[in-house]
């Protein structure tokens, strides 16, 4: 299985990087009070050093609201994942508690104010592809309560062989893929589309969440990392 990113892509973000942590045979059931510990220590954090009205400031929040602004998606309607994470912690609501694995990518989401999410690779099909999509594709997003959604042509999506795996690229992530207590093989992304997003800090969060999958979910853990305009296709 590889990640694909699609040339239409590259020449949107050409400075685009992606961290990329897979989990094999992971141990991804029950809760610890340890984990709960760090999503506690990591929202603590963000209500220390953030408020409503700095957060929109942030160089990190704001690359990721002109990135969405670039593929035709409004920030205001469709916050990009870590800014809705961060909003929520602001708001003193927490982090929800759903898994080991995802439980500490929000924590470190959170504390990176960068973008995670990932998928169960069981339930993948074919490979990994970031692209644009053509439009009217159908998606079916986790906890849906309605009636299908379709894609907008030109919107920035992950999908695999057979279905859109997340829209608005890291907005939200499809119910058939999505990480549950009972998967074992999973693939996590970190992207950072533009400059203002040093690779340092993308190498930093990426490398934090491998340290916190080996520690408490055990299985083999690999790190990889990709440069769009460099390389485009990296086995998972």
């Known amino acids: 299985m590889k990640l694909v990113i699609e040339q239409e892509v ?8 992606i961290g990329i ?4 045979g992971i141990n991804n059931i029950g809760a610890s009070e340890e984990i709960e510990a760090i999503k506690r ?20 929040i704001l690359a990721w609201r002109e990135t969405y602004r670039r593929f035709g998606t409004k920030p205001k309607d469709h916050r990009p994942t870590a800014e809705a994470l961060l909003r929520r912690i602001l708001r003193d609501e927490g982090m929800p508690t759903i898994s080991s ?14 973008p995670i999410g990932g998928y169960d690779l069981e339930k993948v099909e074919g490979d990994i592809t970031l692209r644009l999509s053509p439009g009217e594709e159908p998606f079916t997003p986790i906890g849906a309560l309605k009636p299908e959604e379709t894609t907008y042509s030109g919107e920035v999506v992950y999908a695999d062989s057979r279905k859109i795996l ?6 939200r992530d499809c119910d058939a893929a999505k990480i549950t207590q009972e998967s074992r093989d999973i693939a996590l992304f970190c992207e950072a589309p533009v400059p203002e997003i040093p690779t340092d800090h993308l190498l930093k969060c990426t490398n934090q969440l491998a340290d916190y999958l080996r520690r408490f979910c055990g299985g083999s ?15 998972l």
């Open 41 to 60: 220590a990591a929202a603590a954090t963000v209500q220390q050093h953030l408020s409503t009205e700095t957060l929109s400031q942030h160089p990190y």
């Open 101 to 114: 694995a995802v439980d500490l990518y929000l924590a470190v989401e959170a504390e990176f104010y960068l």
């Open 10 to 17: 590259n020449n949107l973000f050409p400075e685009l990087r």
């Open 221 to 235: 853990i690999s790190v990889s990392f990709v440069e769009a305009r460099t390389r485009q296709i990296q086995d």
């Open 166 to 171: 997340t829209r608005r690229w890291n907005y």
């Open 21 to 24: 942590v897979t989990g094999r």
